[in-house]
């Protein structure tokens, strides 16, 4: 910090110095000059003997440099040192028939150096003009605080980049400007932020909308190719879709192709899905519906095709009873269903009614003469039976062993 303060009091002392520095010839200036005089004969020449300051121990600059850092060249002045201590010292007198005025400066009695300032609008910088007494000087006006800038001896403050956009009217992008301090700058000025908006020329130009591009060069539906906006930006458009399916996009306009039914009607087709050339020599598929929703009727090669009925195909295919697969007239191959066997006695086996034997048969053809049990019929069927006698005289049926039997008293089967 000592350090970037003492470079700012070198960079004082040498335009103050040189902005004091009225005489023809200084070197021959009087030895009592004071201290406009030391300027030029003793600290502007050594300024690298100034004593560099340490961060821990802080060595004070010496008076002649504590007048300049304050702009004094005469008089007593009193201020912040270097090393942050207040202090006074005596900046000397001026040479004849300068005074020393109020601003601790050398000017000739009739004005100050800083009423010549004010007189000439400088505030910052050296500048040149005749003085009350009439006579040529050249005078240091100050320094400009941080964040400015002296121009044609002002303090300019150099404006915001938003600032300059708005001063030349500039919406979007980079441009290079000259500010009102003078400098030239490359300054950015935001972004288009609206749909389809490019900036060109610092300015936000609308391209306009796919909607609005597309009905102006009669674009009904599909994707263009690159066409040049409002702005001259080649872009694609996206132009919508057609209203139906009915319709095609062709060169960006909708051909109406013809409805699926006109399309059927046309080919002579009844039913079913099929691939057609329409008006608008678009191959397409085309659903020509579907038929009766009886059982007997399916669709052939794009026709309705009526079959025979259920009772028809179990005839013909010699089938009593049960479900099916058959394939009709119109060869389509379909589930029939031929009924169910009339007696209770018949049971349905590979769609044939096969009637087994009676109950009584079944006991007798078993051997069973008393009991239940359970018997395979000569229709493969497994049939539980009770055989409930009668047994001889002096027999009961019963079990023995776990099989049925007329017992005798002894409980035996023999």
Not at 22 to 37: H, T
Not at 227 to 254: M, Y
Request: charged share 20%.
């Amino acid at each position: 910090m000592h350090q970037a303060r003492l470079f700012a009091s070198v960079l004082v002392v040498m335009l103050f110095a040189l902005a004091s520095c009225n005489f023809s010839d200084p070197l021959e200036a009087p030895a009592d000059s004071g201290v406009a005089d030391s300027i030029v004969h003793q600290d502007v020449v050594h300024l690298q003997d100034a004593p560099l300051l340490e961060t821990s121990d802080c060595l004070p600059e010496t008076n002649s440099i504590f007048c300049l850092i304050n702009t004094a060249e005469c008089g007593s002045v009193t201020a912040l040192d270097e090393c942050g201590i207040m202090r006074t010292a005596d900046c000397g007198s001026c040479r004849a028939p300068d005074v020393c005025h109020d601003d601790n400066r050398c000017a000739c009695a009739e004005e100050s150096v800083t009423a010549f300032c004010e007189k000439l609008e400088a505030g910052c910088d050296s500048i040149a003009g005749t003085d009350a007494c009439g006579a040529e000087k050249n005078y240091f006006c100050g320094l400009c605080p941080e964040a400015t800038t002296c121009v044609s001896n002002a303090c300019c403050e150099a404006p915001t980049d938003s600032e300059l956009c708005l001063e030349f009217s500039l919406a979007c992008g980079q441009a290079e400007v000259t500010d009102r301090c003078g400098a030239q700058r490359t300054i950015v000025c935001s972004t288009c932020s609206l749909p389809n908006n490019t900036c060109i020329d610092n300015q936000c130009c609308d391209g306009g909308s796919d909607e609005d591009l597309c009905a102006e060069l009669g674009f009904l539906c599909g994707e263009s190719a690159p066409v040049a906006d409002r702005c001259g930006i080649e872009r694609s458009l996206s132009c919508g879709q057609c209203p139906s399916s009915d319709f095609t996009c062709q060169n960006h306009q909708c051909c109406d192709g013809g409805s699926d039914q006109d399309l059927c009607a046309e080919a002579g087709l009844g039913c079913g899905q099929a691939q057609a050339v329409d008006a608008c020599q678009t191959t397409r598929t085309i659903d020509c519906g579907g038929c009766s929703n009886a059982s007997n009727i399916s669709c052939q090669n794009n026709q309705c095709c009526e079959g025979e009925f259920d009772a028809d195909l179990c005839a013909l295919t010699n089938r009593q009873c049960g479900q099916a697969m058959a394939t009709d007239s119109c060869n389509a191959q379909r589930t029939i269903h031929c009924g169910s066997c009339p007696s209770t006695n018949e049971v349905c086996q590979n769609n044939a009614c096969c009637l087994g034997e009676t109950e009584a048969e079944l006991c007798s053809r078993a051997g069973t003469m008393c009991g239940d049990s359970t018997v395979t019929d000569t229709c493969g069927t497994a049939r539980p039976i009770n055989c409930s006698g009668p047994c001889p005289p002096n027999r009961t049926c019963g079990t023995v062993n776990n099989e049925w039997c007329c017992r005798n008293s002894g409980g035996n089967c023999g």
